[in-house]
T-cell receptor, first 112, second 114 residues
């Protein structure tokens, strides 16, 4: 079966750094996504990792270790607008294609 | 502004009504998706269309009927829904027709069943 775990909620201070962890168990792993979703809005794509290591994109970085079934999203220089849910999603292969399975999401609260 | 357009934004319907949700994208994406999202929960995959053909049906009840008239359009026909079907219904698309790649989401249709 498939299982994706991430913390339910986190709180951090404006200007600080926060790391959101995600662990997964899946068959046919083909990569891991991070999406951001503000309340009442659609998810938006942040990052994609398919190889081990760190991918940096501005204030956001994402790390993957396939052998450990582990990823994290690192947010630097936190801003109030970063308060949102962060969804870890695993891309799995099946006969005929791929499908994306979302974790439950981590609600991040950024305080002044 | 989103590149995936969903209509209507809000829909209230009775359990005996028939309605349809519509989704449109003009990015040339070859895979399109329907998700259901309840409050404070992640999106749950319902259907995937790859190259206009249904490739995944996640054991969705038959009261939900998807349709892909062409590569830009995706519909979800609703009939005899239950109150527990009230949720945000998200449409998404991705460039890769096999279902891989990052997905672009529409703003969703917020559905309430009376």
């Amino acid at each position: 079966g498939q299982n994706i775990d991430q913390p339910t909620e986190m709180t951090a201070t404006e200007g600080a750094i926060v790391q959101i962890n995600c662990t997964y168990q899946t068959s046919g792993f083909n990569g891991l996504f991070w999406y951001q979703q503000h309340a009442g809005e659609a998810p938006t794509f942040l990052s994609y990792n398919v190889l081990d290591g760190l991918e940096e994109k501005g204030r956001f970085s994402s790390f993957l270790s396939r052998s450990k079934g582990y990823s994290y999203l690192l947010l630097k220089e936190l801003q109030m607008k970063d308060s949102a849910s962060y969804l870890c999603a695993v891309l799995s292969s099946y006969t005929g294609g791929f499908k994306t399975i979302f974790g439950a999401g981590t609600r991040l609260f950024v305080k002044a | 502004d989103t590149e995936v357009t969903q209509t209507p934004k809000h829909l209230v319907m009775g359990m005996t009504n028939k309605k349809s949700l519509k989704c449109e994208q003009h990015m040339g994406h070859r895979a399109m998706y329907w998700y259901k999202q309840k409050a404070k929960k992640p999106p749950e995959l319902m259907f995937v269309y790859s190259y206009e053909k249904l490739s995944i049906n996640e054991s969705v009840p038959s009261r939900f009927s998807p349709e892909c008239p062409n590569s830009s359009l995706l519909n979800l026909h609703l009939h005899a829904l239950q109150p527990e079907d009230s949720a945000l219904y998200l449409c998404a698309s991705s460039q890769e027709g096999t279902g891989g790649g990052s997905q672009h989401f529409g703003d969703g249709t917020r559905l309430s069943i009376l």
